[in-house]
């Protein structure tokens, strides 16, 4: 089984802590767009012969891929049905911001096409957050899209928020949390603002035009959001995902635990298990070389250490852990002592050990990245 990702590079704006592949519809135009989509249909058929395993998983995800006509998404889902073979019971992502996902678009994505998961990103319900980080829509219309993609009958929600926003209080974070469970989703993306190098947030405050964010405050309010899903029967299944009735993401679980995926579309990434490849980072270059029917991508191999390195980031992310015996199995000897050396020295009150496996505890999951880093080669 494996899973397939598109990206859809194109955003109304860019939002000023975003470090993903995207560019402006402004800048690039409808036009582009609608090119955009031809040059992914080509590539998709020049790669059929690559994925001979069932897909499981498909993910729209972006960029802002509820920017696509629906005829595309139907085009793309027509390419992809004639390239490979579709498993039963898939399921289908598609990402999609408040200010694109207009009723009539919902009812026709539900009608016309097989998606059967959307993933929301709302990141705040107040005006003055969304306004600090850059967002094109209004909190009015993030609930507009929530009320009209379940009433057109989309079963399997998931809403991104971001906490740790300067001029978002404990009090806000807590309204924000009590929103999402009062609108009966069951899954809830949750992440802590970073301020990544050349954003336009991070320029802005090099500039002393913003306040940056303050870690005591993102400690502070990740313990909020764990104490208040536990008190909701969510689960924390990876450090920032969170589900009720087992409805984790099978794409991105399938991340987590290192499962082949495909990936198409500029920028996006491809994993084998031992080789990963990724396509250029820029649309124009993406669009002229797969028109004269170039793959426009690179790879490569993954050492041993590369891929126990690759092992212990996801699974300490995950309410599962890290296996020993998993590292025993599939690695040499000296990587099974580096790890027993290395997560010795962790603080106690950070994991937990149960059933052969290392896991972090909620303290210890705010600190998932620096636990990794420790335990790599
Ligand atoms: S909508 Fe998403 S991809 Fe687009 S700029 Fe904002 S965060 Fe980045």
Known sequence: ??????????????????????????????????????????????RKNECPEPIETIYFGGGTP????????????????????FAENMEITFEGNPESLTKGYLENLRKYTPVNRLSIGVQ????????????????????EAIENAQK???????????????????????????????????????????????????????????????????????LILREQLKNHNFEAYETSNFCKNKQYSKHNSNYWNLSKYYGFGTSAHRFSGTVRSWNVADVNAYITSVKTGILPSESEFLTQEMQYNEYVMTAIRTQWGISQDFIKTNFDEQFFLHFQNHIAQIPNDWLFFENDCFITTEKGALF???IAEKLFI
Request: hydrophobic share 35%.
């Open 124 to 143: 705040s319900f107040f005006e003055d957050d969304l306004k600090y980080l850059n967002r094109k829509h209004s909190p009015k219309q993030a609930l």
């Open 368 to 370: 998932s990245d620096a």
């Open 66 to 85: 509820s920017l696509l006509n629906i005829t595309d998404v139907v085009k793309i889902f027509v390419t992809l049905q004639k390239s490979f073979v």
């Open 152 to 222: 057109v009958g989309f079963e399997r929600l998931s809403m991104d928020l971001i906490y740790g926003i300067p001029t978002l209080t404990d009090e806000k974070w807590n309204e924000n949390l009590q929103m999402f469970f009062s609108l009966d989703i069951s899954h809830l993306s949750a992440y802590a603002l970073t301020v990544e190098p050349n954003t336009i947030l991070d320029k802005q405050i090099r500039n002393h035009k913003t306040k940056s964010p303050n870690e005591e405050q993102i400690e502070q309010q990740y």
């Open 1 to 46: 089984m494996a899973g397939i990702y598109i990206h859809i590079p194109f955003c109304r704006q860019k939002c000023g802590y975003c470090n993903f592949y995207s560019v402006t519809v402004e800048t690039h135009g409808r036009a582009s767009l609608q090119t955009y989509v031809n040059a992914l249909i080509s590539e998709i058929e020049l």
